[in-house]
């Protein structure tokens, strides 16, 4: 039971539940003992859902990474390879089925694929000859996962690049699938709105399917109110600014894959009193964030310059209870001081870890590189020079700067601008092909076909229209107590968040001029509810928003929601779904192309 | 810890009147004996006298020696002692003398005890004119010698003195077990300073509106 789900208003933990229960069922299939071989790339997803104790109950008694070559020997009954329908890992399959024929071990084999069946695989299989051996091949429905008692996520790296550059609708499918899943446990959502083309595509695919269940009706009370679907492509500029939250920037510095984090360890050595600091630890720190850990869930979405002071207040709160110590007199005091200590060394352990975490994070914050790319990024969201080709971006090109920090400066650019002038591009694209090299013309391209770079069209700049009516811009933003949701970029409001802000009150039709001016249609769309289930709402109750990202999401963004949840006014609290969550980086990464790897 | 005498008496409208005394002389000088005997007995009286009917008290005895100081005792004979009294509202006191170490609780529950048993077995009617010969009381001696060691004697401070180790040992434990991991200074130091200088992230850009804006 993962508590740190059931925290929220809608409690995540029956979708956890319910993946577990599936996933018991499939092991209990192949009876007797087993061993798992896993695809790499699921045992992060998988982590969230299930630990190695879970599979040990039901006989798992080794796990292997797929490799090509020999499996390892085993003495289990079945194998199982968990995998995700991808033809390469296919091949490796196949290999390793061969390998064990020669070997004489009668031992049954089993594929689970990850998240469905393909059926070019299952052919391929069979082109190899080895479609025969297995005895269960079965799909596990794995879509959206439970991060946190208000975050899902399907992990689905290449959502935006498939649907934004290869047309390659596959991920809005899922996604459909995931919340009809969703609905299934939590009830039919009566209200859908949207924006953007994809979302209006998973829209009619959730429509369509519920027609095909039309004869069983769900009569589970609804939990969600409402469906927001939004287009990453709606929101092209927030991802690349730089996030200034504690876990926003946490995921720009060091990257937070399925909730952990891998930190350099120096800090993290146990000092002990006299000890030179010899024997430091080589192996990166590695530690999991969630919402369980109290001090975290305080200070994630916080401003990063409000965290000192939150450490530092919660540094004195510690201190003084460790101090209680000494008004213990009798045993029964004493008793009840011990009873603490375990809660109370977690939060110091916490403490320390977080404080740690923070000066490092500092060290970076406070640097004159960080502060003048955060300088010219507020330059262009303020809309000040957004057609010259910049100083500052020519100048980081001339010192051969990290190449996507480039390219988040040059598209942001863009994105501000409506497009750039041809001059003005090509003088970027030229100064960048000839300093990193001419392979990056695809990445180039591609940036221009996802919209992030590309020459301006009209000379018309829609971006000063939208960032005024949706007050993009807040001049003086309070980090330390914020009331409104641009501090998570100090003084930058994400337009997505804006969108669902406006949409809860005082809704679209206000702001319709601007809607036109975004990508793609904005939507709405109602689902009946079978009779006798419609919510009889309370006095002061709050009505809860599912926001959809396709395409991905940033953490400052999901930071901003929270803000707006725990508004007193607001009435919406919001449950954050995703493709992915990323952050600038991570994002142009998966744009990149290089001319001799394959499509990943 | 030594207990030396232990003393019931009546406590008369002028006098006290001693009903039955047990001594335990054997760190003093065979020579002394009698004379230090002596002036206990005396001591437990005057004690009872001076003490009011229902109450209480732990008498430091250096005080009352000075009285008496006459040379009965050789200079470095000359220990400290605590006459501990109760005299009860029926007017029957004890007293024993004891040395400083002795815990005081304990030889108030002895008092207690002896005279709860001593008003048992011996009529109240006896008490005012009574002495050590005709008294038919047996027990002091025995209650003399087992109070000798107030742990086995007193159950209570047996598991007091045990509490008060285990105590002792808890806090210890606690402490080393709170010195592990990161000290608490340090964190509170670091916070603050993380707190300290954080320039605002906002209010970077420096050309703000330096362009006007063509709609």
């Keep these: 039971m993962a508590s740190h789900l059931s925290y929220g208003r809608v409690n995540l933990n029956i979708l956890r539940e319910a993946a577990r229960k599936e996933l018991r069922e499939f092991l209990d299939k192949c009876a007797g003992s087993k061993a798992i071989v896993w695809d790499e790339y699921l045992t992060g997803p998988f982590g969230l859902i299930a630990q190695y104790s879970l599979l040990k109950e039901h006989e798992v008694e080794k796990m292997f990474t797929l490799k090509s070559g020999r499996l390892p020997s085993a003495d289990v009954k079945n194998i199982i390879f968990f995998v995700r329908p991808r033809l390469e890992l296919m091949d490796i399959i196949a290999e390793n089925v061969f390998s064990e024929d020669k070997m004489h071990l009668s031992r049954d084999f089993h594929i689970l694929f990850v998240p469905r069946r393909s059926m070019l695989c299952e052919q391929r299989l069979k082109e190899l000859g080895v479609l025969g051996s297995f005895i269960n091949i079965d799909e596990y429905i794995l879509d959206l996962i439970p991060y946190d008692g208000d975050l899902l996520s399907m992990e689905y790296e290449s959502a935006f690049r498939e649907c934004y550059l290869e047309n390659d609708q596959t991920s809005l499918y899922h996604t459909a699938k995931g919340l009809m899943t969703l609905q299934a446990l939590y009830g039919t959502i009566p209200q859908i709105y949207g924006k953007g083309e994809c979302a209006r595509h998973v829209a009619n695919m959730m429509l369509r399917m519920k027609r095909e269940f039309a004869g069983s009706q769900n009569q589970i009370l609804p939990v969600f109110d409402t469906l927001l679907l939004l287009d990453r492509n709606v929101d092209l500029l927030t991802p690349l600014a730089t996030q200034l939250t504690y876990e926003g920037l946490i995921d720009e510095i060091y990257g937070i894959t399925n909730g952990y984090v891998k930190l350099p360890p120096e800090k993290f050595a146990q000092k002990k009193q006299g000890e030179a600091s010899k024997d430091l630890p080589t192996e990166p720190k590695k530690l999991q964030l969630n919402s369980a850990e109290e001090l975290y869930a305080e200070i994630r979405d916080k401003n990063f310059n409000a965290v000192g002071a939150a450490l530092s207040k919660k540094a004195k709160i510690i201190s003084a209870a460790f101090e209680e110590r000494h008004n213990a007199k009798t045993v029964g005091e004493i008793k009840q001081f011990v009873s603490q200590l375990p809660h109370m060394q977690a939060a110091r352990s916490s403490l320390a870890n977080h404080t740690s975490i923070a000066e490092l994070i500092k060290d970076i914050t406070t640097s004159e590189a960080f502060f003048d790319n955060l300088t010219v990024e507020q330059e262009f969201m303020t809309g000040v020079d957004t057609d010259k080709v910049n100083t500052y971006i020519e100048d980081c090109i001339a010192q051969k700067d990290p190449l996507i920090k480039i390219l988040r400066l040059v598209c942001m650019q863009s994105v501000c601008n409506n497009g750039l002038k041809q001059k003005v591009l090509d003088h970027y694209k030229r100064e960048i092909l000839q300093t990193y090299g001419y392979e990056h013309m695809l990445t180039l391209n591609n940036l221009e076909k996802a919209g992030l770079l590309k020459p301006q069209m009209s000379s018309r700049n829609n971006y000063p229209t939208i960032r005024k009516t949706l007050k993009l811009w807040m001049e003086d933003a309070n980090e330390q107590n914020p009331n409104d949701i641009s501090y998570v970029y100090s003084g930058y409001a994400p337009l997505s968040i804006r969108l669902t802000q406006v949409l809860a009150r005082p809704g679209w039709r206000s702001i319709e001029e601007v809607l036109k001016m975004l990508p793609g249609p904005h939507f709405e769309e109602r689902q009946q509810l079978p009779a006798g289930l419609h919510k009889k709402r309370q006095q002061g109750e709050n009505r809860t928003t599912l926001v959809f990202f396709l395409g991905g999401v940033s953490y400052a963004e999901i930071a901003a929601l929270r803000f707006l949840s725990q508004m007193e006014d607001s009435g919406m609290e919001y449950i954050i779904a995703t493709t992915k969550l990323l952050n600038g980086t991570t994002w142009i990464k998966s744009l990149m192309d290089r001319p001799e790897s394959q499509a990943p | 810890m030594k207990l030396y005498s232990l003393s019931i008496l009546h406590k008369g409208a002028t006098k006290a009147n001693l009903l039955k005394a047990a001594y335990d002389l054997s760190s003093f000088s065979f020579f002394q004996r009698s004379s230090i005997q002596e002036f206990m007995t005396f001591t437990s009286a005057l004690i009872v006298e001076r003490t009011t009917q229902g109450s209480r008290a732990s008498v430091k005895e250096q005080d009352l020696y000075k009285l008496i100081k006459k040379s009965i005792m050789h200079d470095d004979c000359i220990k400290e002692y605590l006459c501990h009294v109760y005299v009860r509202n029926d007017n029957l006191s004890a007293v024993v003398i004891a040395d ?16 709860e048993e001593f008003s048992r077995q011996v009529d109240s009617i006896d008490w005012p004119s009574g002495n050590p010969e005709t008294i038919n009381y047996k027990a002091l001696d025995i209650h003399l010698s087992k109070y000798q060691n107030p742990r086995e004697a007193d159950a209570m401070t047996k598991v007091q003195a045990e509490l008060d180790e285990t105590k002792i040992i808890l806090h210890n434990t606690m402490e ?29 850009a420096r050309k703000q509106n330096s362009c006007c804006e063509i709609m």
């Excluded at chain 2, 400083?100 to 005279?115: A, G, I, M, N, S």
């Excluded at chain 2, 080393?176 to 200088?197: F, I």
Aim: with cysteine; glycine share 4%; hydrophobic share 30%.
């Design chain 2, 100 to 115: 400083t170490e002795y815990p005081q609780r304990v030889c108030f529950t002895l008092l207690d005890k002896v005279l």
């Design chain 2, 176 to 204: 080393s077990l709170l010195e592990r991991g990161e000290k608490l200074d340090d964190l509170v130091s670091k916070s603050e300073h993380l707190g300290n200088q954080s320039k605002a992230f906002y209010k970077t």
